[in-house]
């Protein structure tokens, strides 16, 4: 099994910032695309930003300028640093992955259970 975890969500005043981190467990040979999503409540689920397992990055054009994704290959995590946060930041977070757990299999994609992250006025 594959699990995400994601970590680093709260309460931020906007200017503030946050990092969030993801990491991946479990059965895996390889990792491709790595991204974050977030859903603000009664919206539906928006990419943010990916990042591919050569370093190539992919932002939404709300955050660019503010929001960095980055990953650590040997450890399985990616990270999306936010600055200048603004209340329609707030949402709750989501890590997605694409995982090859054999190296004879296809690529699955699994999804983290969520950070919330509050942008306050």
């Known amino acids: 099994q594959v699990q995400l975890v994601e970590s680093g969500g709260g309460l931020v005043q906007a200017g503030g910032s946050l990092r969030l981190s993801c990491v991946a467990s479990g059965t895996i040979f390889s990792i491709n695309v790595m991204a974050w999503y977030r859903q603000a409540p009664g919206k539906q689920r928006d990419l943010v930003a990916h990042i591919t397992s050569v370093g190539t990055t992919l932002y939404v054009d709300s955050v660019k300028g503010r929001i960095t994704i980055s990953r650590d290959n040997a450890k399985k995590i990616v990270y999306l640093q936010m600055n200048n946060l603004k209340p329609e930041d707030t949402a709750v977070y989501y890590c997605?992955?694409?995982?090859?757990?054999?190296?004879?299999?296809?690529?699955?994609?699994?999804w983290g259970k969520g950070t919330q992250v509050t942008v306050s006025s």
């Open positions: 997605n992955a694409d995982v090859k757990r054999r190296s004879y299999t296809v690529s699955k994609t699994y």
